[in-house]
């Protein structure tokens, strides 16, 4: 069984910055991918960024130019730098791994999401 975490998140003004972090743990065998994904209340969740097992990135149109998705691979963790955050990059963020288990088929891992909240 695989476990993702996040942290990061927190209440900050509209410019300001935050760093999300999401350590995958447990029996990894096959890594794909790793996203981050966002869901505001009375919205469908979406997808922010992405990172392939071969370093492809991804971002919505949205978050160009302000977030950056890295990741650490011998900690098995990725991060998500926002800056200028904007209140409508208010909103819980997800991590989400797609992977194989140790024994078990290809599917998706989510972490619990962090509350990111941008306002004055």
């Known amino acids: 069984q695989v476990q993702l975490v996040e942290s990061g998140g927190g209440l900050v003004q509209p410019g300001g910055s935050l760093r999300l972090s999401c350590t995958a743990s447990?029996?990894?065998?096959?890594?794909?991918?790793m996203a981050w994904y966002r869901q505001a209340p009375g919205k469908q969740r979406e997808l922010v960024t992405s990172?392939?097992?071969?370093?492809?990135?991804n971002y919505a149109d949205s978050v160009k130019g302000r977030f950056t998705i890295s990741r650490d691979n011998a900690k098995n963790t990725v991060y998500l730098q926002m800056n200028s955050l904007k209140p409508e990059d208010t909103a819980v963020y997800y991590c989400?791994?797609?992977?194989?288990?140790?024994?078990?088929?290809?599917?998706?891992?989510w972490g619990q999401g962090t509350q990111v909240t941008v306002s004055s």
């Open positions: 989400n791994a797609d992977l194989r288990s140790t024994n078990l088929p290809r599917r998706a891992y």
């Open positions: 447990g029996s990894i065998f096959i890594f794909y991918a």
């Open positions: 990172i392939t097992a071969g370093g492809t990135t």
